[in-house]
Every structure is written in C-alpha cells, then in structure tokens.
C-alpha cells in the first residue's frame, strides 16, 4: 500500500516520459533447449518485470538445480510444455525500460513448430538467434536464422549461451562466431536481404551479460543484450515511403457521408493529396481524414483512420488505396518465397484462398521454382544453399514458387513493404492456414486488363469473364483416348482442383445411328465448352496409355500418378489457352 | 559484406568505452520516422482488428465484462466505425454474482454509447442455487461462466467473439493468439493453433465452429489505464478506494454483497479499499488502497509486487487452470 499523499508523483510528467518511449518488436530463435525461454525469463526477472507471486508460482518447479529458479517457466505457460521442458508455442511477454517498450516473441527451437517460430517472427523488428556454447552452430539455427533473413527481420542479434558451460572461453564465443557469421552471409545472398548481426556471450542461467555485464569474461567488453536491444535504431515505417493504405471497409452511417476505413500500412497521407484506388486505377484526391477524436491534417503509419474522397468513385473492401505518384502493381501472376506450414504438402494446381491486405482471392501454385534445403546436415555450416528441384512442398519447407491469381490485385515486393509484400494460403476445405508467403517479383498487368478482368456486370447475363474468375478456365473441349483408368484420374484432378467438367462418352459402333449419337456429342459438347466448361470426350481402348488433346495440342499420359497427370494436364491446358485470361471468347471453332 | 555492422560497438575490435562514458550514438542515419506513442500504436492495432474481424464474419458480438478493460474495448470499438456506429451488439454473461454498481454501470454504459446490449445467464443453474461456497468455484465458473457463455453464443449463433483478454495477465493467455479458434463445442486447443503471421488473420471456420478475438492481447495493465487516463474513458467506481465495508478475513478483505456468507460471529469493518480486477463478488477479493483517482491507480500500479490476478480465487484452483478452463471453453 502506497501513501500517496508524501510522494511526489506527477501523472504529467510521467505520461510525458512514457509517451516519449518508443516500441521494439523482438522474438527470439535457435534450436531447441538453446535456451530461449531461460534467457527471457532472465531478462524479465532481472529488470523486475515479473511480480512476486509469478515467481513464487514457479519455485521449486522445473529442470534446473535445487535453489536455481528455473527462468524458461516464466514464459512456458502451457501444461504440455511444463510436462516436456520444451516450447510449443509463442508466448507473448511485455516490459519496459526507462527507454522502450518491448513486446517480445518467445518462440519455439523444436523443428516440429517451426511454423510457430514463424508466427512470432512475423512481427518483430529485431531477433535473437540463441546458440549453445557447447553444441554450437545447429541445423536448426540454420533455418530459423534463414526463416529470420526472409522475414526481414532488421537486426539479429546471436546469443552464445549457456557460456558456463563452455568454462566462458573466448575461443569457443570466436569459433561460433566465425561460423554463424559465414552462415549470415550466406542466407544473406540467398535471400537477398543483408541482416545486420552482432553477437554477444551469455548465460542465461547466470545472468551473464543478459541485463547487466558480467565479470566471468573480460575479454568481452561489448553491451550487455539488454544494453543492446535499448540501443538500436527504431524500426518504425518510413514516413516517406509511398502511401499504401488497404479499405477494411466502407462506413456509411447516411447518405451525407461515405468514408473508407483502413490503417495506413506506410507512407504518409494528407487532405488534397491524389490517390489512385487500385486494382480499379481509378483516381480521386483525399477530402477529409476522419478519426473520432476529429478530423486530422495528416497520418502516417501505422494509424487506424477513416479517409474520405473529394468525388465519388468506386472503393470495397480489399481495395488498396495508394499514391497516385508511387502506386503499387496491379498483376495477376506473382513470384513469392514460401514457407510451407501444413502437414499435408503444397499441392501444384489445386485452388488455394490467398488472404493479402485485406481482401482474398483464389489462386494456384502454377510452378514450383525451387526449394532451399534446409534438413539437419551433420555440419549446417559446411553446406551451401544450393537450390534443389521440387515438385512439392512439405511442413516446415522453404521454396520460392509462381501463383496465379483469378482476381488482380495491387502489391508491393516484400522487400519494400512488409506489408502489402506478404500473403498467407489458406486451404479451401479444411481452412488451415498452410503457407506464409513473401512477394519477390509480380509481373505489372496492364491496366486495360485489369479493368477488364475487374469488369462484372451486376445484371444481365453472366459473361465468360466472369465465369473465368470464379472457375479459373476458359470452356474447352478435350478428347481423351486410350485407358479408362487414367481418363478417370484425369477428371478426378481436375474436379479436385475446383474445375467445372462435363464427361462424355463417345457410343461404340457404327452405322446411321451412331453417326446420329456422335453428331449430337459434338453439339451437346460445343455447347457446354460455350458456357465455360472443361468437356471431357472419352474414347476408352485397351491402351495402356492416354492420349489427350486439346485444340492443336496433344498429350500421352501413362501414369496414373495424380501430381503427374496435374502437371502434364495443366501444361496442355496453357498450351490450348484454356488456362489464359478471357480476352476472346471462350470457344472459338 | 552482406553482413552489415551498425551497431555503435563491435565485439570484434573492442574498445573498451571509458568509465562513465554515454552510450555513443549508432552509426546508422536515421530516416524521418513516424513516433507516434506506443498507446497510438496499440490502438491502431486493435481497431485494426475490430474492422477486420466486422467485415469477415457473420454475427460478431463483443462481449463486454463491465471491467477496465472491456471498457477500453468499448471504446475502441466506438473509434473503429466512427461516424458510423458500433456494428455489433453486446453480450454480457451475468452470474448474478455481479456488484449492483457493475450491473448499473453496464446499463448505462450501453445507452450512452448507444449499442444493442444483450445479457445472458444459466437461469437453470442459477434457480437451482449454484454458488462458489457450494460447489469448488472450478465448477461453479464452469456452470455459470462457460456454460453460459456457450449456450448465449450458440443461441444467438454468433460466429466470432471479441473478448478484452490481455496476454499479460496470466502465462496461458500470453499463448494464445489474436484470433483464437474454438471448435464446435467451443474449445480452444493451445498445442495446435493456426499459425498468425503478420497483421494477416484467417477468418474461415466451418458452420459451428467459431473464433474469440482478442484486440487488446498486446495491451499490458499499465497501458490499459494510461489509455483510461488519456481517453478519460468512465469505469466503475469499485476500482477507486473508498472507506467500503469489508469482511477480513487474514490477508483477504472481502467485500459485502447480497450473496456474502459470513462466518458466525463475523463483523464487517469499514476499510479504505478498492478492487484491482471486476469479478463475481464471492470471487473477487479487495485490496487496501489509497488510490481515488486514475493518476493514484497509475502511481499505486508501479509500486505493485504482486500480478492482477493474484486477489482472484479462481486463478489458482489448480496449476494452469485458466488453460483448463480455457480448452473446456472459457474466455
Ligand atoms: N548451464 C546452463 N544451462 C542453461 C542455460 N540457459 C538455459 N539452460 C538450460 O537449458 C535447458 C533448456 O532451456 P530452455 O530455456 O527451455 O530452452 P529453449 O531454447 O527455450 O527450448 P525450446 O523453447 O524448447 O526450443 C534448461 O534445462 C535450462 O535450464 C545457461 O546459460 N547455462
Ligand atoms: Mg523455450
């Protein structure tokens, strides 16, 4: 109980210094019983952001000697990883010094959740790549490090820990060093964004150089790791990057007023200023900016505001607005770096649901480019990040694909914006969230296209365009001849990649009726290749094989292999143009 | 080099700074930056979320406690439709263990802000007389807490749920993530949550299943009432001390409602007190205080040695059982 009457306690003054504070995202990495969670426990415990009957919770508990607190169970807050000693999950922590507010990631070392390593990740400005003095450089400090660089996280900083243990020898902190410094390197190369890297010695058991500095080792005359996280540079936006601003929705409270909702992602925006609303391209100049503290001169990211236009022009949701002087690209075909987080692999083909900014769209995996082999090698530091060639993507799998998207949208590279440069996959059916990707390339679509594509009549009769948009094809017509059990995985695939078939058979025999039959086949098949759908036309013959053709073009399939079978069809398909945007009409004889 | 070295420092040439000497600056230029405060940043964060979570479900509800802290979601929720209003109704789980000034604050709270406020209870359990001194409060709040919340949520088929949980206040919370997706029977499961990368959430259940959305889960107590202080948000008046009558029993100080069961011969005492976390009366123990106004609650909040949860019964039933409660369902 605090008498408050004799301290001199003015809220002004300490709302002034508090708002003086900035704040710093960090999450930490390495593999597993590096000693993560110890170290945040450390760091907490030391500055006195944990309470009493935090501490008391955990007395006597844990893996460390009788006496010694066991920190890691300050931020374990799961059963499962209390029964284990292992981190399953990201734990969220806060605390601050007189200088910032942190917000930290305590991730997971376990390969098995590298996706939640990811998670905590995603957020943070800086990281913390813990490695154990005594095991050193690991596989999976490898990957968590290359997860780090993808992510663009700023600073990483490397904690040799557990330095105890390694009689807090200079030459072991030097060795690991050396090698996780040509390890940074090399990620750096591969993943094109440099990581500002400083290492530093500790033990997070000891509090060796964790909050304050230590005696054990003087050859080590650097900051301590919170002296450090205190020290670098903020990693807020820019202010002068390009406004990019996505429409969360549309507010209209009456008929006077219609405002787009949205957080400023970067850049800066002020009344008067031309924006361009994208993918539309259509343009308007910014009116007022409305917040419910009241209108204000401007907004930089990262506010939450409500921006009204000068004319009324056509915005939704999943719109982005940006400046019309540095607008991001409108495309339909992107390159992205993808981290695979789902046990069941990255199917090519198959329709997936992309969530970017704030709006979703259908889209597929057209070509796997490559996959970085990242599996545990007995030396991690001896292998180089030769690429190797995939045809999938498993859990925890790193690959840089090509996606084509069924609806445009605007975005940036995710080297220039970690905002409107990042997506996630979801899967249709049992909507898990299976991929986190990071835009590295899209190819600009002209605008005339976009507008086209964008074009759905509300009325009237239901266009080809639009039927494109929401199967993914073009109406076509494809005859397959030769075995009936590869024709039936052929319509499988496609089915299940949300393709619409129909399947006829052609009638055996000959003579008038036939001839009869087949004419009719041909019509029902123009017709329905008129109306947008993939016909399948089934020859079935005792070959072992099965040719399929498609326009001018033709395919032998024999395999039955499912993935095979989506990759030769689909090549066909390109080639026919089926799979092409709907600038002709669907069917042409 | 890829590898940059930004850092005022490199451990690789040590110079070792002179006695005393400041920290020197870092070497790194720095570009115009946005400063804003880190209570602007957190409040565009979570109205962020509340538009988004409005926009990509069906029936959202927010479900409003009468505590500091729905009463900062509350009005974050006002800023995020501004001029429009609140999309969303409100729902309160009412134990009927409430303080009557909690229940008249949420009453009024609704009509000033002008929202559809909706109040559900397990009539069932409640005739039949369920309370913590009866039965374990583990199963009293499983009756009169989850269960109620489910059957209101399922009644009124809502298909997301915003709750005013911070990660802060206990170490299984700190698990959990900003959309939190609860299955058919409305249960949370920490060892397999859908990954959350950046500000992207996944919105996508199946008919029944639904997700509970916390906008405030980056939000610490400190920032809470920082935001009360500058927003000058109204709480309850159980939150500042007053001379209140007060059942002490050791340590505890346990305040006097409808439904306080004294001891025989148990006298209560007028305690200059106040409550540091809104719960069901029979639960919620007072603390002694001096704090009467937002600025002492701040002040009082820094000379704390003990978490916000420590004056609650029901947290410490058991080892890790806001996670037990919270798979079977709880918020
Ligand atoms: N001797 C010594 N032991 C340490 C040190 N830091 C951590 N440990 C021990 O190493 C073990 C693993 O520590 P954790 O903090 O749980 O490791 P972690 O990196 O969080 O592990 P995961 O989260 O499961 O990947 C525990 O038994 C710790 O007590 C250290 O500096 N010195
Ligand atoms: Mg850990």
Redesign the interface.
């Given at each position: 109980?605090?008498?408050?009457?004799e301290?001199k306690?003015s809220?002004d003054d300490?709302?002034a210094a508090?708002?003086a504070?900035?704040?710093l995202r960090f999450s930490t990495a390495g593999s597993v019983d590096d000693g993560k969670s110890t170290l945040i426990g450390r760091l907490l415990y030391d500055t006195q952001s944990v309470?009493?009957?935090?501490v008391r919770s955990i007395e006597g508990k844990g893996t460390t000697a009788p006496g010694q607190i066991d920190f890691a169970l300050?931020?374990d807050?799961?059963?499962?990883e209390?029964e284990q000693g292992i981190t399953?999950?990201?734990?969220?922590?806060?605390f601050s010094t007189a200088r910032r507010?942190f917000?930290i990631a305590d991730t997971p070392g376990h390969e098995q959740y590298t996706?939640?390593m990811?998670?905590g990740s995603?957020?943070a400005d800086a990281t913390i790549v813990l490695i154990d003095a005594s095991k050193g450089v690991l596989p999976q400090s490898r990957r968590h490090a290359y997860i780090a660089s993808l992510l663009r996280v700023r600073y990483v900083l490397v904690a040799v820990n557990k330095m105890d243990l390694a009689g807090y020898s200079e030459e072991r902190f030097g060795a690991i060093?050396a090698d996780f410094?040509a390890l940074?390197?090399q990620i750096?190369?591969d993943t094109g964004n440099?990581?500002?890297?400083?290492?530093?010695p500790v033990s997070a058991l000891a509090g060796d150089n964790v909050v304050h500095r230590s005696e054990a080792m003087p050859?080590?005359?650097?900051?301590s790791l919170l002296?450090?996280l205190e020290?670098?540079?903020?990693a807020?936006?820019?202010?002068?990057a390009p406004l990019r601003f996505a429409v969360?929705?549309v507010?209209?409270?009456d008929a006077s007023?219609r405002?787009f909702?949205?957080?400023v992602a970067s850049g800066t925006v002020r009344p008067g200023d031309a924006i361009t609303a994208l993918p539309s391209g259509r343009t308007a100049r910014i009116a007022r900016i409305?917040?419910?503290?009241g209108d204000l001169e401007q907004a930089?990211?990262?506010?939450?505001v409500?921006l009204v236009l000068d004319r009324e022009i056509d915005i939704s949701?999943g719109d982005l607005i940006v400046s019309s002087d540095a607008p991001a690209t409108v495309a339909t075909e992107i390159e992205a770096s993808l981290v695979w987080?789902d046990a069941q692999e990255l199917a090519p083909n198959r329709r997936y649901?992309l969530?970017?900014a704030?709006h979703v769209v259908p889209a597929v995996v057209a070509r796997i480019h490559h996959r970085v082999p990242l599996e545990s090698q007995s030396d991690p530091t001896a292998q180089s990040l030769a690429h190797t060639e995939a045809t999938t993507l498993g859990m925890n799998q790193i690959g840089v694909v090509s996606l084509r998207l069924l609806r445009p949208i605007a975005v940036d590279r995710y080297g220039d914006n970690?905002?409107t440069g990042?997506?996630?996959l979801?899967d249709?059916a049992s909507?898990?969230?299976v991929a986190?990707g990071m835009i590295r390339a899209a190819v600009a679509l002209p605008q005339s296209q976009a507008a086209q594509l964008l074009q759905t009549a509300i009325t009237g009769p239901v266009t080809s365009r639009e039927r494109f948009v929401r199967w993914g094809h073009r109406g076509g017509v494809l005859a397959l001849t030769g075995s009936i059990a590869i024709a039936d995985q052929v319509e499988r695939v496609l089915f299940q990649e949300g393709m619409v078939t129909l399947r006829l058979e052609t009638p055996a025999g000959e003579g008038a009726h036939f001839r009869e039959e087949a004419a009719s086949l041909d019509q029902t098949a123009h017709c329905a290749a008129q109306a947008g759908l993939l016909v399948l036309i089934v020859t079935a013959s005792d070959e072992r094989s099965l040719i399929v053709h498609a326009a001018d073009h033709q395919a032998t399939l024999s395999t039955e292999d499912p993935q095979r079978i989506s990759t030769e069809i689909h090549a066909l398909l390109t080639e026919a143009g089926m799979l092409a945007q709907p600038w002709r009409p669907d069917y042409e004889i | 080099m890829s590898v940059l070295d930004i850092f005022p420092e490199s451990s690789s040439q040590p110079v070792a700074p002179p006695a005393g000497a400041p920290e020197p600056a870092p070497r790194l230029s720095q570009p115009r930056l946005s400063r804003l405060s880190h209570l602007r940043q957190l409040e565009a964060e979570s109205i962020h979320i509340l538009r988004e979570v409005a926009s990509e479900f069906e029936r959202p509800v927010m479900l409003y406690s009468i505590g500091k802290d729905s009463s900062v979601m509350l009005r974050l929720a006002q800023k995020a439709f501004y001029p429009a209003p609140i999309p969303f109704p409100l729902l309160h789980i009412d134990t009927g263990f409430k303080f009557r000034e909690m229940i008249e604050f949420r009453d009024n709270m609704a009509r000033e802000v002008g929202a559809e406020l909706l109040v559900w209870r397990n009539e069932p359990a409640i005739a039949a007389g369920t309370n913590p001194i009866a039965l374990d409060t583990k199963r009293c709040c499983g009756l009169l807490k989850t269960q109620a919340l489910l059957d209101g949520l399922r009644h009124y088929n809502f298909d997301a749920a915003f709750g005013g949980a911070r990660r802060d206040e206990e170490k299984s919370r700190a698990k959990e993530r900003i959309y939190s997706f609860r299955d058919g029977a409305g249960q949370w499961d920490p060892k397999n949550q859908r990954p959350e990368l950046w500000n992207l959430y996944n919105a996508r259940i199946h008919p029944g299943e639904s997700i509970r959305v916390f906008p405030l889960s980056n939000w610490t107590e400190m920032d809470v009432w920082q935001y009360i202080h500058e927003e000058k948000i109204p709480v309850v008046d159980l939150y500042f001390a007053k001379e209140r009558p007060m059942y002490v029993r050791g340590e505890s100080l346990l305040p006097i409602e409808q439904s306080f069961v004294a001891l025989p011969g148990e006298k209560p005492r007028m305690v200059k007190s106040r409550l540091r976390s809104l719960g069901c009366s029979p639960c919620t123990g007072a603390i002694r205080s001096d704090a009467g106004t937002i600025p002492e609650i701040i002040a009082e909040l820094l000379s704390f040695r003990s978490s916000e949860r420590a004056n609650r019964v029901i947290d410490h039933d058991q080892e890790g059982s806001m996670e037990l409660k919270k798979r079977e369902g709880y918020f």
């Open positions: 109980m605090t008498t408050l009457a301290n306690f809220i300490f709302m508090e708002r504070k900035d704040l309470y009493e009957d935090q300050l931020t807050g799961l059963r499962a209390r399953i999950d990201v734990a969220y922590r806060y507010k917000i996706r939640n990811a998670t995603s957020t060093k410094s940074l390197d750096a190369a440099p990581v500002e890297a400083r290492f530093i050859w080590y005359s650097g900051p002296e450090l020290s670098l540079p903020p807020q936006q820019s202010n002068s969360q929705r507010l209209r409270p007023f405002g909702a949205g957080q409305v917040t419910f503290d930089h990211a990262p506010l939450s409500t949701r987080m649901l969530k970017h704030s970690r905002l990042a997506f996630i979801i249709q909507n898990s969230t986190a | -």
